[in-house]
């Protein structure tokens, strides 16, 4: 069982296929399991690692309570721990806020992260203030609308009920997690890394909306934005083809010489 050491926590994880490397980081109720969309789909033609943040899966779940100032730590500990580089970190939601400052850790590892469903904890007033509105309304809803749409839901109460179920594996809870977005990067600190950025947003998304994914982009010189039209929040799981197809995309285009004169 590959097992990275995280500041002495022990962070699961696995790696499949071979290629370019892509590595998927959680959001608050998933797992390493719940990539199993993606794995089946890209490991033919990427290497795919896939992990636990401490308090998730089967990482070291141990500690009194969970500090998202480690989860960069624990995304640092699996790419040292199989010596990857060129790699193109995918955070979802929570995740892609550990993706983001593992990055700005490790660029001489990682070329590229893609924020799922999240501006990765950039510290910007605007940002700030368009991404708590749209929080704001997000609570209005119950949690699984916020996360799978209606008509999902109605259509395959079977994928619903195993997506409900996923969370169950984790200690940490969302409630849980302290410190999230304290001290976050600043546009100029992710400019200056050199990593390149892609904002990957559903259409249907409740939790951050489109408008402020693209006013995000739009600060953020140089970084690809990609919308998939009729994707809620957890686009991964309910619309997994232009999902993985965004992705595959990105890691070919991200990561593509630049052309010269």
Do not use: C
């Amino acid at each position: 069982m590959p097992i990275a050491d995280s500041d002495g926590s022990s962070i699961y994880y696995e790696r499949h296929g071979t290629g370019p490397a892509i590595l998927f980081v959680h959001g608050s109720g998933g797992h390493h399991a719940a990539w199993w969309q993606q794995v089946a789909a890209l490991r033919e033609q990427f290497t795919v690692v896939t992990m636990d943040l401490r308090g998730f899966g089967k990482s070291d779940s141990s500690m009194r309570e969970f500090d998202g100032q480690d989860f960069p730590g624990d995304v640092v500990a699996v790419l040292e721990a199989e010596d990857l580089s060129d790699v193109m970190l995918v955070g979802q939601s929570i995740g892609s806020v550990a993706a983001l400052r593992a990055g700005l850790l490790r660029p001489e590892r990682v070329s590229s992260v893609v924020l799922g469903h999240s501006l990765g904890g950039i510290s910007h007033p605007e940002l700030r203030e368009l991404a708590a509105a749209d929080r704001a309304e997000a609570v209005k809803l119950p949690v699984i609308d916020r996360l799978l749409t209606k008509r999902f839901q109605q259509e395959r109460a079977d994928l619903t009920f195993l997506f409900q179920q996923m969370g169950t594996f984790n200690v940490a809870r969302m409630q849980d997690l302290r410190n999230l977005d304290t001290d976050g990067p600043s546009l100029e600190e992710i400019r200056e890394s050199g990593i390149k950025v892609a904002f990957l947003a559903g259409e249907k998304d409740a939790v951050l909306s489109v408008k402020t994914v693209t006013r995000a982009h739009e600060l953020l010189d140089g970084s690809h934005l990609e919308i998939v039209p009729g994707a809620p929040h957890s686009m991964y799981w309910e619309t997994p083809e232009p999902y993985n197809a965004a992705i595959a995309r990105l890691r070919r285009t991200l990561t593509a010489p630049k052309e010269t004169a």
